[in-house]
């Protein structure tokens, strides 16, 4: 097992995880105009899955999972790496980058009360207020002056957008309450190994047989999402969790839908308008409230969540 890295080489690798989890909105943008929603989760998915058991041969962490590791491989593979991924896919068909990452960045703000009615953590005033917060933020968004309800598009993928929140929200909720056996890396390679499965056999049903044509761009696009936006981000993320506090990493990974945002207006000219500005600023501060609020009991919990669940779509 690799040793703690330094502080200055964890936020480096921290860094470069935002960085890729935070292009990688824009990236599949691009993939999932030219492919269908399912097949272009089921393709990244398959990619990653298959460089993924590199660093786990390398590192000598390859097992073959316990009977107490099966519900979190099935949950985190079905909730995030199927129903996340494959809503965030459909719903960036139809909703731009900016306000897609957003969307999907409210997640935490469902886990606070799903953790206070399922898993009895405490509600406190600060968590109350980050939602509180957070939830006017999601409203400046979703107001009608922000976007066209008679536009159905608009209103379907911020639907499903928010539907790939839950989904996420509820997958945490069930890896806080999870008993590890293995550790969340060592079962990163059967959650994505089940997910590829799933969402082959779904694109198959739905979709038939791909009808792709590949292009050079189409190609590092998938390369890249499948690399950098999943396998090497959980190798990293398991380092980074080893190495710094559980509420660095949980208010670091707030930088992510600002490289997005950001990302999508340089690589693809999406207009960043003011009120998907006050949203996000709205929104983040609402999480990060709550975050800060955490005790130290529950930052061990939290120590897990972000390598667990990754930050991508």
Not at 1 to 24: E, K
Not at 108 to 119: K, N, S, T
């Amino acid at each position: 097992m690799d040793h703690p890295l330094s502080r200055r080489a964890a936020l480096l690798l921290f860094a470069a995880v935002v960085l890729s989890w935070g292009l990688n909105w824009a990236i599949t943008k691009i993939i999932v105009h030219s492919v269908f929603p399912l097949w272009a989760t089921a393709i990244r998915s398959a990619i990653g899955t298959v460089v993924l058991l590199i660093p786990l041969l390398i590192r000598g962490d390859f097992i073959i999972p316990r009977r107490g590791d099966l519900p979190v491989i099935c949950t985190i593979a079905l909730l995030h790496m199927v129903a996340f991924s494959a809503l965030v896919a459909f719903g960036l068909r139809l909703v731009p980058v900016g306000r897609s990452i957003v969307l999907g960045y409210t997640t935490p703000l469902w886990v606070v009360p799903g953790a206070w009615l399922f898993l009895r953590e405490p509600m406190t005033r600060w968590r109350l207020a980050g939602v509180g917060l957070g939830m006017a933020g999601l409203i400046v968004l979703l107001n009608p002056l922000a976007i066209d309800w008679s536009d159905r598009n608009a209103l379907t993928g911020s639907g499903l957008i928010l539907l790939a929140a839950l989904c996420w929200a509820a997958n945490i909720l069930y890896v806080r309450a999870h008993k590890w056996v293995s550790t969340p890396f060592q079962l990163s390679f059967w959650q994505t190994l089940l997910a590829t499965i799933v969402l082959l056999a779904l694109a198959l049903i739905v979709d038939g047989r791909p009808q792709i044509e590949w292009t050079p761009q189409l190609s590092a696009c998938f390369l890249y999402s499948g690399i950098f936006g999943i396998a090497l981000a959980y190798w990293a993320m398991a380092m980074v969790n080893r190495s710094l506090p559980a509420t660095t990493t949980s208010l670091g990974i707030l930088a992510t839908p600002v490289v997005g945002v950001i990302s999508s207006a340089v690589a693809l000219g999406e207009t960043i308008e003011p009120s998907l500005i006050t949203a996000m600023v709205m929104i983040l501060s609402g999480i990060a409230l709550g975050t800060i609020a955490l005790t130290r009991a529950a930052e061990s919990e939290l120590q897990q969540t972000p390598a667990t669940i990754g930050a991508r779509p």
